[in-house]
């Protein structure tokens, strides 16, 4: 019994699809795995493939290290297929990613057709950046596209405006110029909305305010006017007026006027009338 069983550890190191001379090289001390997700099988193995090589190239690691180091950076399913593959038929790095390609060729979403950016445009009320974000999504789903043709596509999925007009009057040199000139136009463009809106805001936050002030004033209970002393209409008594004696009345009241001379007056009318 004891002859027959083997320990797990023996039976995954004697299963490496690995060559002898892969296996027999001696790791540095110092070596450290790249920081990288692990790849499951599932997603763009492509762009795993690529983040795995350029980091190790950058860490100038030999041949035998990049194959052995593969292993730890697959999980699930894909790490059962490396584990897999026949003993010993790795003999390097280049033939463990050509299985590894071909393996996962079903995994690469098919490229659109040129076509397709004819279909893209502009929508009524979509703000330039807003756009420029879904048009660069768009435009990379496409493998191949020359540089001239990509601009005019661009170009003509603008809607009628100020940017589309400087782009047809004064055409960029390259698709990479008008691309930056559109993110300067939809930055501008996004600022001037928050500014708008900050403008909108304060003064509507200013009435508000004035309006909110009005609605949080206490309510006061009219009470019943009450008047104070000193505004009350003075009313006096009625006092009838005291009956002086008759006597007492002929010495207060002033005495009477000297009687007219009439000769006199006849005197004075007569001289009057002379002189005239």
Known sequence: MEGKAKSPGRTLLTALPFSDE?????????????????????????????SYQAKMQVLGV???????????????????????????????FEELADRFMSHYAANIKPQKDLTHLGDIHQDEGESLKTYLARWQKEIQSIEEVEDQTALTFFIESLRSGQLYRDL?????????????????????????KHKRQREVGG???????????????PDVTRRPEVRRPYDRPA?????????????????????????IDDRATSEETAQKNAFT
């Open 22 to 50: 892969v296996m027999a090289f001696k790791i540095p001390g110092d070596f450290k795995f790249p920081e990288q997700a692990t790849f499951d099988g599932t997603g763009d193995h492509r762009e795993h493939l690529l």
């Open 62 to 92: 030999r041949d035998p290290v990049m194959c052995r180091a593969f292993l730890p950076m697959l999980k699930g399913p894909a790490q059962r297929w490396l584990v897999a593959q026949p003993p010993g038929s790795i003999r390097s």
């Open 168 to 192: 047809r009057d004064n055409r960029s040199a390259t698709y990479a110029e008008a691309i930056h000139m559109a993110n300067k136009r939809a930055n501008t463009e996004q600022a001037m």
């Open 203 to 217: 003064s509507a936050g200013g009435k508000r305010t004035r309006a909110e002030t009005k609605e949080r004033r």
């Open 235 to 259: 009313v006096h008594p009625y006092r009838p007026a005291p009956e002086w004696p008759m006597h007492e009345i002929q010495a207060v009241a002033p005495p009477p006027p000297p009687p």
